[in-house]
């Protein structure tokens, strides 16, 4: 299945996307994070087949995150053995954290917002793995059985506010800096990680490409890692990190600026698309 989010006139529903329209569950949830917490994955599955609800043209909506409030987003910096290169840093030997506030996300073909604080507004295309029910301890074989399935995240990062201190906090949570969609795929449907392709682009060129296989920490492996600090919640959000070829380490180095179109492609899971606004009062261009 692919479970959308997203808006149809004042009204907030989810629902299972199908060819060029989407069938809307929302009649007993709010919301996808209630509907994976209250039924799971094979209910929602059920009251797909099901559903009686109206159908939407994806012309008609306004996409929003694919789960719009979870609990948790957590991301994994420094995840793929050439971006470390690349950025001249050593391989970690744990995942290395920080955690994205809801409010810095969008969905898909929504502009994201280059703050005026700075022109150091970085591309990241990364994969986004979404928890179907609560992990606690979950061992690395186990680790799969808890995963709803995939989305797209562009995980865009003010570079200068990022290195302020040691953490990266401050350069990931700038408001509607980052994007997430256009979809959840589920994981029955998307096929396994190790045959994922991450790709991003920035105005049609590729710009990152590496297979997922590529991880220096695994799926499995970062699941473990943060179920044994951390109860994972169904809707909660860990982001995997990005491949190498980021904006910072060109030379010259590329930023994102208003006009930019960034894409992540993730194979079977979808593209995600979002043009970049100037927040009120910035300023710059590409460097």
Sequence with gaps: MRLASFRHGARRAFGVVQDSYVVDLSGECATLRDALTRFGVDGIAKRARDSTGPRIALAEIAWEPPITEPDKTICVGLNYYEHAKEANMAVPTRPSLFVR???????????VVR???????DYEAELAVVIGRAARHVTEERANDYIAGYTCFAE????????????????????????????LVTADESGPVENMT????????????????????????VIAYISTFATLLPGDVIVTGTPAGVGFTRKPPVYMVAGDVFEVEITGVGVLRNSVVDEDGANGAHT
């Design 101 to 111: 506030f809801p409010a810095s996300q969008v969905g898909h073909g929504v502009a």
């Design 115 to 121: 703050p005026k604080a700075s022109p150091q507004f």
């Design 156 to 183: 865009n990062s003010v570079r200068d506010w990022q290195r302020h201190a040691a953490q990266a906090t401050p350069g990931k949570n700038f408001e509607a800096s980052g994007a997430m969609g256009p979809w």
């Design 198 to 221: 991450v790709i991003g682009r920035l105005n049609g060129r590729e710009m990152q490409r590496d297979s997922a296989a590529n991880m220096i920490f695994s799926v499995p492996q």
